[in-house]
């Protein structure tokens, strides 16, 4: 026995609790530790493409898409941790659950993702306000703490549960009929940005806005069509230095048209239910309202600040959602076998379905890669030292496929997550973020998650369209199925 194992083992019977998942994990990692403590590192001494050979990958092999897997030919290459030229920026990529771990509790006290961001670039620009995604410092922390109270207590989050099930019907309504029209449901993708994009409007506005009716309303396609484009934008006006955006406005034009229509779309909605309400008041009618719009006005901020932190919401509930019950019906429709599909007697107790969610997130968890800036001071991370505000790529896509954290990780197995003989880094699949700057939608996503998925499952039969063919995921921004998903609902 190991001195770790016996040591962890003394201070958990001291606690009482059973030792030996957290036990087989500290001893993998213990293993893979290094031995003898080494002289710190700097960044000079650190492996790494070179600026050309990144930028012809990015470039030239269809990388910005591809970055994911960029990730895993890193560590291959590499090993956990090295360093690549992003367009202008140079950036430290971390791709091992221990790691990440060390970068994360070195984070200080209020977090940054990216200093580099072309989103924050676009508010300057426009004079908009910071939302939650862009804010920073005391700011951030003031917004992060009021919307905290409404989207992160359980109870708070459980007095959505009416609101997002109507949506959810209307969804089980839309599937009915599109399949008795077509059978198969093909591109279930854009049925699911309308469910998501109607579920996260019901939570902001307590009203609807008819995504998921017969005929769509045009600008909630335009809503979409600019989500979907800015997150393409997102990369590669990032990945460009300044003077190309000379050069080549086009992308930097299309990326602020994108998020000009967004910013329009949310405030329109915004002050839509905010006149609503006002009217009620002027006569003399009680108004108790249960949307964060509402919260949120309430709170004295700045309507600026408002309208910004609503159009962030608004963006960051769309592709989220619809990505991951995509690939959720795709993984149970292709895994007919045992008890992967949770039937209606499985919905009841819910942890297959919850570790069905889980299982999708480590396969294709939505941010495959986030980052951190590290501001007050320089950070050691792995044995090198990190200058202060280095953008710090946090390789998750690459610690959730790692055979030795998940065994066959490329498989579909939700059991995993039930098996308490499987224990596995609490850093190696993380796909809301941990701390104090994690998803703040994280209780509002998986409510409507569950109550999505376990509907359609009760309702369908879900099978995989019989001439379709395997779909993998790309980057665009967040990560999404590369092809357009179909599949067959039979009804129940
Ligand atoms: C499957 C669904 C979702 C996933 C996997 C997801 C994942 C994430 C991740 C990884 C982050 C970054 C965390 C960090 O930097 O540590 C994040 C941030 C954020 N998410 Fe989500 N998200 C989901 C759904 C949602 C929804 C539905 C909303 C809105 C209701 C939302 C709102 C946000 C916001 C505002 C932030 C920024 C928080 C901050 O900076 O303080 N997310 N999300």
New binding site residues.
């Given amino acids: 026995m190991t001195t770790v194992r016996r040591m962890l083992q003394q201070a958990l019977r001291v606690s009482g609790r059973s030792a030996f998942p957290l036990v087989k994990w500290m001893e993998r990692w213990a293993e893979r530790a290094p031995v003898k403590p080494q002289a710190l590192r700097t960044l000079d001494d650190m492996p790494g493409p070179s600026v050309a050979s990144f930028a012809w990958d990015l470039f030239a092999r269809r990388g910005l898409s591809r970055l994911h897997e960029l990730q895993l030919e890193g560590v291959q290459r590499y090993g956990p941790m090295w360093k690549a030229s992003f367009g202008p920026i140079l950036t430290v990529h971390v791709a091992d659950p221990a790691l990440i771990e060390q970068v994360l509790r070195q984070e200080g006290q209020h977090?940054m993702?990216s200093d580099l961001s072309s989103w924050k670039d676009y508010r300057k620009l426009r004079g908009h306000n910071y939302?939650?995604?862009t804010s920073e410092g005391e700011e951030?922390q003031s917004v992060?703490s009021l919307l905290g109270k409404h989207?992160l207590r359980p109870k708070a989050v459980e007095a959505y549960d009416k609101t997002l099930n109507g949506v959810v019907s209307d969804l089980i309504a839309k599937l009915h009929l599109r399949r008795r029209s077509q059978g198969l449901v093909s591109d279930i993708g854009s049925e699911f940005y309308r469910f998501g994009l109607e579920g996260?409007s019901s939570?902001l506005f307590e009203s609807r806005i008819g995504s998921l009716d017969e005929v769509v309303p045009e600008e909630t396609e335009r809503f979409i069509q600019s989500i979907n484009t800015m997150f393409v934008m997102t990369l590669l006006t990032m990945a460009m230095p300044k003077w190309l955006h000379q050069l080549f406005p086009k992308p930097w034009n299309i990326f602020c048209q994108c998020w000009d229509y967004m910013f329009e779309f949310a405030k329109g909605h915004i002050d839509q239910r905010l006149t609503a309400e006002a009217e009620k008041v002027a006569r003399g009618e009680e108004v108790e309202g249960r949307y964060l719009t509402y919260f949120l006005s309430r709170t004295g901020l700045p309507m600026k600040t408002v309208y910004s932190n609503i159009t962030?919401?608004l963006l960051?509930?769309v592709d989220?959602?619809s990505s991951?019950m995509s690939w959720s019906l795709y993984e149970l429709s292709r895994h007919p076998e045992g008890r992967s599909i949770p039937e209606a007697k499985d919905v009841a107790c819910m942890p297959l379905l919850k570790a069905t969610v889980k299982e999708v997130?480590r396969l294709y968890?939505?941010?495959p890669a986030?980052a951190r800036v590290i501001t007050e001071r320089d950070i050691q991370v792995g044995g090198y030292l990190i200058p202060k505000n280095t953008l710090i790529t946090l390789c998750h896509f690459a610690t959730s496929r790692d055979p030795a954290v998940f065994s066959n990780p490329d498989e579909f197995q939700p059991h995993r997550w039930l098996n308490k003989d499987q224990a596995h880094h609490p850093y190696a699949s993380v796909?809301?973020?941990?701390?104090k700057?994690?998803?703040?939608?994280?209780r509002?996503?998986e409510l409507?998650?569950y109550l999505a998925l376990s509907r359609i499952l009760i309702e369908f039969d879900v099978k995989p369209d019989p001439e379709g063919i395997s779909v993998k995921p790309m980057t665009r921004t967040l990560l999404v199925p590369e092809n357009v998903i179909s599949l067959q609902f039979i009804e129940r």
Avoid: D, K, Q
């Fill in positions: 977090p993702r939302g939650l995604l951030w992060r989207m996260i939570v962030e919401l960051a509930g989220t959602i991951t997130l968890p939505v941010i986030n796909p809301f973020g941990v701390g700057r994690s998803c703040i939608g994280r509002i996503a409507e998650l």
